[in-house]
């Protein structure tokens, strides 16, 4: 069951709250920095912020407490750190993107309690000017990090580091020009772990020109001293155009063996779930498609698999577990949520359920007076902890809103047994924890918990998930 523990509340209307969160859902990272330009999709030159803070739960993995851990660091004038966080799967270390450093990374110095620089990637990184950094992706334990530097005509640069003992360096073969024209143009670029040093797998989508609404999926194999081509989807492999294939975005598992590609199209939200074989083939293994009741062209849904695997015990099978957020938009719809995957040795089937509505239990949690918005999401390694953003919904009376979002001052009903919550006072872009409370059927029931049910799969191997809302606002933000 999960339920939301504690509110993250933003007071400015001109700020956005990101997070990551280590393996199990101990410690979190908090980033503070100014909103883009929601109609271009560009950043603002800031200083920018981060927090990290220790999660510390009960008896009955109710949150108790949070400690802020170290300093609060902030940037140099213009740096804009922080516009990407992450944190290594024991907590130890935490990275943030900068337009002075590319991306510095920090490990804590327990002596002195703070947060030091370990190591900073500007001189190792060969850019030139503007740096831009609008993209950051990294494993477990920072062994392969990469950034994104976008030019203002909407190029992208490539700039990967591999750990090497205690510092990080640029591979050779990084400054390939092969390689660098493979992740010029990028649309969307997603990672596996390092898995036992034989290197991650990267998935992306690069557009055909900066301009173009024409993209194809592009699988990389990094090694240690050499890239690859790790096979292909052949829907997705040549250019196909995104004004079909509606807020495409792709996602792969840790250990890189399933690739799940979604778009919005007729009305659903469409997941092709994608496993590998020995000859570097990947197959169809399950499409689901969730049906929405009010249409949206401008759907995007990010997806993250857990480690787990459902199958027959003899076929390659699907991750057990799914989250799927809303993404480059703000959206009340109660479809985004953490899912459970399932296989019928009956019907030899897959299906899937809902374990919790991000937006129904928000919704729950304000008494039911309001519907919230939500904004993308993370979680961590076990699923236990949801860290996802939400904001409040443009009043009726602003017929031109700037920003796209209104405030969300209300008080909170929490469910029974949770305290420390905190009421609702947002004006910006904040974070809710949702917390997995336990794993049996005896836990408290709630409202934001009722699930999903899908119906039989035809012989097509696609479930429709019909989701009723009784209001919907949805806010697109554009994004280059």
Request: with cysteine.
């Amino acid at each position: 069951m999960y339920q939301v523990n504690r509110i993250l509340n933003n007071t400015s209307s001109a700020n956005i709250f990101t997070a990551g969160v280590n393996s199990d859902g101990s410690r979190i990272i908090v980033a503070d920095t100014l909103l883009p330009d929601l109609s271009a999709g560009t950043p603002t030159p800031q200083t920018g912020s981060f927090k990290v803070y220790d999660v510390k739960y009960n008896s009955d993995m109710h949150i108790s407490s949070m400690i802020q851990v170290g300093q609060t660091i902030v940037g140099a004038t213009d740096e804009s750190l922080g516009i990407g966080v992450g944190i290594s799967g024991d907590g130890s270390m935490v990275l943030a993107t900068s337009n002075t450093e590319v991306f510095k990374v920090y490990s804590y110095n327990r002596a002195t309690s703070t947060w030091d620089v370990m190591f900073a990637a500007g001189e190792t990184s060969n850019l030139g000017s503007p740096v831009n950094i609008l993209g950051i992706r990294y494993d477990a334990n920072f062994e392969n990090i990469l950034t994104a530097n976008v030019s203002p005509e909407g190029n992208t640069t490539l700039v990967y580091h591999v750990k090497q003992g205690s510092t990080w360096v640029c591979p050779d073969f990084s400054l390939d020009p092969l390689l660098l024209e493979r992740y010029s143009r990028i649309r969307g670029l997603w990672t596996s772990d390092n898995n036992d040093g034989a290197g991650c797998v990267i998935v992306h989508f690069q557009a055909t020109t900066p301009e173009t609404s024409f993209v194809r999926l592009l699988i990389t194999k990094l090694n240690t001293d050499s890239f690859s081509d790790y096979g292909s989807i052949t829907e997705f492999a040549s250019d196909i155009d995104t004004s079909e294939y509606k807020g495409i975005q792709a996602t792969i598992n840790r250990q890189g063996t399933h690739i799940g590609v979604s778009y919005y199209k007729d009305n659903k939200v469409h997941l092709k779930i994608y496993a590998v074989d020995v000859d570097l083939n990947w197959n169809m293994v399950k499409k689901f498609s969730f049906a929405l009741d009010t249409p949206n062209a401008e759907r995007s849904s990010a997806v993250v698999f857990d480690d787990s695997i459902v199958s027959d015990g003899t076929s390659v099978g699907i991750p057990g577990k799914m989250m799927i957020a809303v993404t480059n938009s703000f959206s009340s719809d109660k479809f985004y949520g953490i899912y459970t995957n399932s296989y019928n040795p009956v019907t030899h089937e897959y299906s899937t359920s809902q374990d919790v509505s991000f937006g129904r239990c928000l919704d729950s949690l304000v008494g039911n007076t309001a519907e919230l918005l939500s904004f993308a999401g993370t979680i961590s390694k076990n699923f236990k902890l949801v860290l996802s953003a939400f904001t409040g919904p443009v009043p009726e009376s602003d017929s031109e809103p700037r920003p796209l979002f209104g405030p969300a001052h209300y008080q909170s009903f929490p469910a029974e047994g949770i305290t420390n919550v905190g009421d609702f006072n947002s004006d910006g872009i904040s974070l809710a924890l949702f917390v997995k409370s336990c794993a049996d059927s005896g836990c408290h029931s709630s409202e934001c918990d009722k699930p999903v049910a899908c119906d039989k799969p035809d012989q097509c191997k696609e479930t429709t998930v019909t989701i009723t809302t009784s209001k919907r606002l949805n806010l697109t933000m554009s994004t280059q």
